[in-house]
């Protein structure tokens, strides 16, 4: 069972900010662009706008309906062909013209390191998650810097939920695990950074 999504709770926020603004939901979102900045069908995008809920699927659907939908736009935006992409994404990643092309069209699942090779080469946000996620929280992540610019630059970010955003961690997961004191998350979002800064030149070595 898929955790509670935060969505809703971000079409209010948004419909309060709109308001404020004297602007409605539809002057904020255009359907088509949510749905080509989250992979996720037209329909599904309108529906969950709308309240709905979104067809139930399984990672492994979501994984290749997504994959076939960046590929399909990256051939409609370049005019090449599939064996051109699966060329480009064979001389990137290392793999073969043919298991490109399987997953390229949406009839096989990568691996994980496959995966996160594809997240660099399609240049998409939010990691692995961005194939991953439930459609609810994929739209729910390109809702929220819509609200925040509606909010304004005197609205200070949150470091910890951008941290969380960009590796596809969830509150969830960390509710998982109990409450977290100041200094147990300091030492966590230290860990984080360390692993995502490359270390200076030389920084660490002893004497030479």
């Given at each position: 069972m898929e955790p509670p999504t935060h969505l809703p709770e971000t079409?209010?926020?948004?419909?309060?900010?709109?308001?404020?603004?004297?602007?409605?939901?539809?002057?904020?979102?255009?359907?088509?662009?949510?749905?080509?900045g989250t992979a996720l069908p037209e329909s599904t995008?309108?529906?969950?706008?709308?309240?709905?809920?979104?067809?139930?699927?399984k990672v492994n659907d979501r994984v290749r309906a997504r994959l076939k939908t960046l590929a399909d736009a990256h051939l409609a935006r370049t005019g090449g062909r599939m064996s051109d992409l699966a060329a480009d994404i064979r001389a990137r990643l290392g793999v073969s013209d043919y298991w490109a092309r399987q997953v390229c069209a949406g009839q096989k699942v990568p691996s994980i390191e496959f995966l996160h090779g594809l997240v660099e080469f399609f240049g998409v946000e939010g990691g692995e998650a961005f194939f991953t996620a439930p459609a609810a929280d994929a739209l729910d992540r390109v809702l929220r810097p819509v609200a925040g610019k509606l909010e304004g630059p005197t609205e200070q970010p949150d470091p910890v939920r951008a941290l969380m955003d960009r590796y596809g961690v969830r509150a969830t997961d960390l509710r998982r695990h109990g409450a977290m004191t100041p200094?147990?998350?300091?030492?966590?979002?230290?860990?984080?950074?360390?692993?995502?800064?490359?270390?200076?030149?030389?920084?660490?070595?002893g004497p030479r």
């Open positions: 079409l209010r926020r948004l419909d309060v900010l709109a308001e404020q603004q004297g602007l409605t939901r539809s002057d904020l979102l255009d359907p088509r662009e949510l749905a080509a995008v309108r529906t969950l706008l709308r309240g709905g809920a979104a067809p139930t699927d200094e147990q998350l300091d030492r966590l979002l230290e860990g984080v950074i360390r692993s995502a800064v490359p270390q200076a030149a030389g920084e660490g070595d």
